[in-house]
């Protein structure tokens, strides 16, 4: 796997371009839960097996069963993160603590299925269309090193735009649409660089010399 918390930071860019439609939370839960499985073989076999949780159809299941407990575990970490704030402090950092039931199953779902898809790159023993299907076309298409730098550059590249988010709006009200155009590009150039960055790593593994 691309270890679990780079899952979990990856999920930021997400929750930054749907921030109410996505609880980042309930997709945390659902990675968490994913990942339980290799853990808990490991413990009982010595072997860290991917079998069917890490499919799209276990990942599924995963998903439907994180939407409640996580929404109520998100409400209640959230209304704890508001406590901690000063008043100037909740300007900025504050944060709904409402869940909607939609907010919470789009990020399970987001959350589940992005799990299997950047498993697929790296492990041998996954079958990620089980049961209908053994094979994993995905398996080697990206290098490992290459998975890890872009879940990282997605962490960082969400987590930025999460801590900018007060300082960018507000000017952008302020000051209007010439401010927002701008903000546009740099985020259109953003979403180049970072597809650019996808494609050469397929590039590199596909043409690398066996």
């Known amino acids: 796997m691309p270890v679990t918390p780079l899952h979990i930071g990856a999920g930021l860019l997400f929750k930054t371009y749907a921030p109410t439609r996505v609880s980042?939370?309930?997709?945390?839960?659902?990675?968490?839960?994913?990942?339980?499985?290799?853990?808990?073989?490991f413990l009982f076999t010595g072997d860290p097996a991917h079998r069917q949780l890490h499919s799209y159809l276990?990942?599924?299941?995963?998903?439907?069963?994180?939407?409640?407990?996580?929404?109520l575990a998100g409400e209640l970490w959230l209304r704890w993160w508001n406590r901690q704030l000063s008043p100037a402090q909740a300007r900025w950092l504050g944060t709904d603590t409402r869940i909607t039931l939609a907010a919470a199953g789009f990020g399970a779902l987001l959350g589940s299925?992005?799990?299997?898809?950047?498993?697929?790159?790296?492990h041998a023993d996954m079958q990620p269309f089980w049961p209908w299907a053994a094979d994993n076309?995905?398996?080697?298409?990206?290098s490992i090193d290459g998975?890890?730098?872009?879940?990282?550059?997605?962490?960082?590249?969400?987590?930025?735009?999460?801590?900018l988010r007060g300082w960018i709006v507000l000017p952008a009200t302020l000051l209007g649409r010439g401010l927002r155009s701008a903000g546009?590009?740099?985020?259109?150039?953003?979403?180049?660089?970072?597809?650019?960055?996808m494609a050469s790593q397929v590039i590199v593994q596909l043409t690398a010399v066996p």
């Open 113 to 122: 299925g992005s799990h299997i898809l950047l498993d697929s790159f790296m």
């Open 137 to 142: 076309g995905l398996l080697q298409k990206i």
């Open 184 to 197: 546009l590009l740099v985020e259109a150039t953003a979403i180049g660089l970072f597809l650019a960055l």
């Open 58 to 71: 276990g990942a599924t299941v995963v998903a439907v069963v994180s939407v409640w407990p996580g929404r």
């Open 24 to 41: 980042w939370v309930v997709f945390v839960i659902a990675n968490v839960l994913i990942d339980l499985e290799p853990i808990l073989w």
């Open 147 to 163: 998975l890890h730098l872009i879940c990282l550059v997605a962490a960082a590249w969400g987590g930025l735009r999460l801590a």
